[in-house]
């Protein structure tokens, strides 16, 4: 297969930096959209890709799952999109289509492995492996392309693509409505997307943090009220009363406080630990027939019904836009939680 090469920022060891790299891309074939990235967001995952701390990261990563950009070209069979057109590209390239769960439009739970955006094994140049979007082209299969609403401002759509659909997908999937009393732990890139989801969407939204800083923020991007969870009489006052809660905390950490706050039949959805999670009290969930879900991004189907939501109701993530150059210092940054609440990389910076 003919390739071209484009210029890309990666890490070509857990313990290097990351540096201005040469990488190939496909031709654009039949089904294919080729895209002119403007910009793309900086994932906590990027991190944990490029510095290996989940093992199994392929050298050299070169990260980003949150691209938005022009269609540059497109291949004969493509009827979704035009050159021209805003578009973007999320957490996965290509799943099988054919499991049942790519028939249910769950492509991220593909039975035969989604290829996901960067750091899967590349279908389409053997002995490869997908190559993300801090680059300044891409070449994606149509089917996982979105259509970008262009109302929405176009740098601060791009962490839509993670973390919006991330936080979405479970508020919609467990049907959070109108007047449900959601909880939200934790103000990062994921719980700022949760609060500003959960509003639109009609709930009561209560911001739970161990950072009372934290609260006015928290009340601009939509929340009603904010419970601090280090104040014992305040997390007492709130027992039993949450009909769901969206639990953003990405790293292992005490479930039984939190628990305590469920009503009964209640669900707490965990969308950002991924790791052993500290022991918990069965009679925590026991007592009240609670239950405790995962979530992982959504599919294409939901991210696109995200994406309209959005453009219909105007929202945003809250950005800081960097040149590539930076990205390594944004980095560092994201680890000491030093970020308001995404980072998102102008890539004219590396043209």
Same mark, same amino acid.
Request: overall charge negative; proline content about 3%.
């Given at each position: ?12 060891a ?34 944990? $890709? ?6 199994g ?24 999109h ?15 289509q054919?499991?049942s769960?790519?028939?249910?439009? *769950? ?23 997908t190559?993300?979007g ?6 994606? /299969? ?20 993670c ?38 969407l ?9 950072s ?8 601009? *991007?939509?929340?009603?009220e904010?419970?601090?969870?280090? /104040? ?54 026991? $007592? ?11 599919g ?7 994406? /309209? ?25 994201? *680890? ?16």
């Amino acid at each position: 297969m003919t390739t071209t090469t484009v210029k890309a920022y990666g890490a070509t060891a857990a313990t290097e930096d990351l540096k201005p790299l040469d990488i190939q891309r496909r031709a654009t074939g039949k089904d294919d959209i080729k895209i002119d990235i403007t910009y793309c967001g900086v994932c906590h995952s990027d991190i944990h $890709m490029a510095r290996d701390d989940w093992k199994g990261a392929s050298y050299p990563v070169v990260p980003g799952h949150e691209i938005i950009g022009r269609v540059l070209e497109i291949g004969a069979n493509v009827s979704t999109h035009k050159v021209g057109d805003l578009v973007g590209v999320g957490c996965m390239v290509d799943s099988c289509q054919t499991c049942s769960s790519c028939q249910q439009d *769950l492509e991220q739970f593909c039975e035969n492995g989604a290829t996901f955006t960067y750091n899967s094994p590349d279908k389409h140049i053997e002995g490869k492996q997908t190559f993300g979007g801090y680059s300044t082209s891409v070449v994606v /299969d149509e089917r996982f392309v979105l259509r970008i609403p262009e109302n929405l401002d176009e740098a601060a759509t791009a962490p839509l693509l993670c973390a919006g659909v991330t936080t979405w997908s479970p508020l919609t999937h467990w049907k959070v409505k109108k007047g449900d009393k959601v909880g939200v732990i934790g103000l990062g890139g994921l719980g700022h997307m949760g609060v500003k989801f959960a509003n639109a969407l009609g709930a009561h939204v209560v911001m739970i943090t161990t950072s009372p800083e934290k609260g006015k923020d928290a009340k601009r *991007l939509g929340a009603h009220e904010v419970l601090v969870s280090k /104040d014992q009489a305040e997390m007492k006052k709130h027992q039993g009363s949450f009909d769901f809660i969206l639990n953003t905390i990405p790293v292992g950490h005490e479930m039984d406080p939190y628990l305590g706050l469920l009503k009964i039949d209640a669900t707490m959805v965990l969308v950002g630990a991924i790791e052993p999670l500290a022991p918990f009290s069965g009679g925590n969930i026991i $007592m009240g027939r609670k239950r405790i879900a995962g979530s992982l991004i959504g599919g294409i189907k939901e991210t696109q019904e995200m994406l /309209d939501f959005c453009g219909k109701h105007n929202i945003t993530s809250d950005i800081e836009l960097i040149d590539m150059q930076n990205i390594n210092t944004a980095y560092d940054r994201i *680890l000491k939680n030093d970020v308001t609440y995404r980072f998102v990389i102008d890539m004219k910076s590396l043209k």
